[in-house]
């Protein structure tokens, strides 16, 4: 639905400053927004403590902080500006914009203006200047590095490592969607992770240094920086703040790309399966697909601002309708290549702790990993294949597909066309949509 299309209205407005254009809507187009939120919301919240947070009123949304007083408040009339705001500034402003806002109305300064054209009333029908942001999973750039991480599988004398088979499919796919028209954004290269630099060289040279810089910030309390400083554990300062570094410069620079869509790749491997001797894997028979797209907060995930700000920013967008769209076209894609999507009745822990069965098929989750809630566009994290089962082990082993300086399985290539694939009915789905209105 083309919402822009329909409820805008201008009015004049003499404030110095302000530009003569304030947003006023129709009663069809509040109603529009309100079912929006209300759907929305069927997916964001997985514990009911988070209902404690939101309040959806007749005229809008008032969220609250960690107390019984409302921090923030959103009228209907305010969402489309609301978006074009979230959409366009940085992490930063966005939170300063946030926390002064309350419950005045808003009101659209000159210099925000160009904000809007982050935000795409028009759903892309075209390959042809389409924006994706593509994430490979992980960090390791070789062997030695992916069993530090705890990404690896060993097969006796053959390994395999997630980074590398995630970085050379997104490879493959960002070499067919350039040479279709499309933009494309990789988050890191095949040595790194986002940081862009490995994390034995970081800890030695930046750990210090970029502590002091997120405190400052204050994206990390004294009490967690006073741990990192003390502990002499380095794996321990790698999970715990090299990791989040990663995930926020992942984050920021597919924000400041603003893509149409996002794909985050991952493998998975079978969560029952156990090493022999803490090293060597054992091939399953298990073998199915399964993928991500936003909401399920949890207990005490509205703890933090910028935790309430993604919130409330995927409950007012359209970003969880459209990575549903796109995740069911995944599962589907991934079918064709012969992985199943992961059935309803499983036992995964984490599915049963952290996620939200989506509406529309077998193996699609909501579930509020951070590169799912930060992102600012559809995006679908998906888990492509168990890399320890028997066939596909064998099938990631070999090398018999060649992208430049790239020699990896074309089973890996077969993964990228599915993502590929993904794109295509989804952009012939909005063209059918936009021919209909």
């Keep these: 639905m083309n919402v822009v299309k329909t409820f805008l ?39 009911s403590s988070i209902l404690n947070k939101i309040e959806i009123q007749g005229n809008g949304i008032r969220m609250f902080d960690n107390t019984i007083y409302p921090e923030m408040r959103l009228y209907w009339d305010e969402v489309p500006k609301f978006i074009g705001y979230s959409q366009g500034m940085d992490y930063y402003k966005l939170k300063s ?28 029908t075209d390959f042809y200047g389409l924006r994706v942001a593509i994430d490979p999973g992980h960090i390791a750039g070789n062997i030695k590095e992916a069993i530090y991480e705890k990404k690896y599988l060993i097969f006796g004398e053959d390994s395999v490592f997630e980074a590398r088979l995630t970085y050379a499919t997104a490879a493959i796919l960002k070499d067919t969607l350039e040479k279709l ?21 970081w800890y030695r040279e930046d750990f210090k240094k970029d502590l002091d810089t997120y405190v400052a910030l204050g994206d990390v309390s004294p009490q967690e920086a006073k741990k990192l400083r003390e502990t002499d554990s380095k794996y321990y300062v790698f999970e715990t703040f090299y990791t989040y570094l990663d995930f926020v410069s992942r984050s920021r620079k597919i924000n400041a790309f603003h893509p149409d869509v996002t794909f985050i790749i991952h493998y998975n491997s079978d969560e029952s399966n156990h090493r022999v001797e803490g090293r060597n894997t054992v091939p399953v ?25 993604d919130f409330i920013r995927l409950l ?33 822990i984490h599915v049963r702790k952290y996620c939200i069965a989506a509406p529309n098929g077998e193996g699609i989750y909501s579930r509020n990993l951070y590169l799912t809630r930060a992102i600012k566009s559809p995006v679908v994290y998906g888990e492509s294949l168990y890399q320890d089962n028997k066939t596909e082990k064998d099938l990631l082993l070999k090398k018999d597909f060649m992208l ?28 059918k949509n936009e021919d209909n209105e």
């Design 181 to 201: 028209g499309a933009e494309v954004l990789l988050t890191r290269n095949e040595r790194t992770g986002a940081v862009g630099i490995p994390f034995q060289k």
């Design 9 to 47: 209205v201008v009015v004049a407005i003499t404030m110095p400053g302000y530009l003569s254009a304030q947003i006023s809507l129709t009663e069809k187009d509040r109603v529009f927004f309100k079912n929006r939120v209300e759907y929305n919301l069927t997916y964001m919240v997985k514990d």
């Design 316 to 348: 007012v967008s359209n970003n969880i309708e459209e990575s549903q769209k796109l995740a069911k076209y995944w599962i589907e894609e991934h079918e064709k290549i012969g992985i199943p999507p992961i059935p309803a009745d499983n036992d995964l």
């Design 97 to 124: 914009f946030y926390q002064n806002k309350g419950g005045q109305y808003l009101f659209l300064k000159e210099e925000d203006a160009d904000m809007y054209e982050y935000y795409h009333p028009h759903p892309p």
């Design 404 to 431: 430049g300086d790239i020699t990896t399985s074309k089973r890996v290539a077969e993964v990228a066309y599915a993502y590929l694939n993904t794109l295509r009915r989804w952009l012939e789905d909005n063209k």
């Design 285 to 309: 028979d298990a073998n199915y697909s399964m993928c991500f797209v936003p909401g399920a907060f949890a207990f005490g995930e509205l703890k933090k601002i910028d935790y309430r700000i």
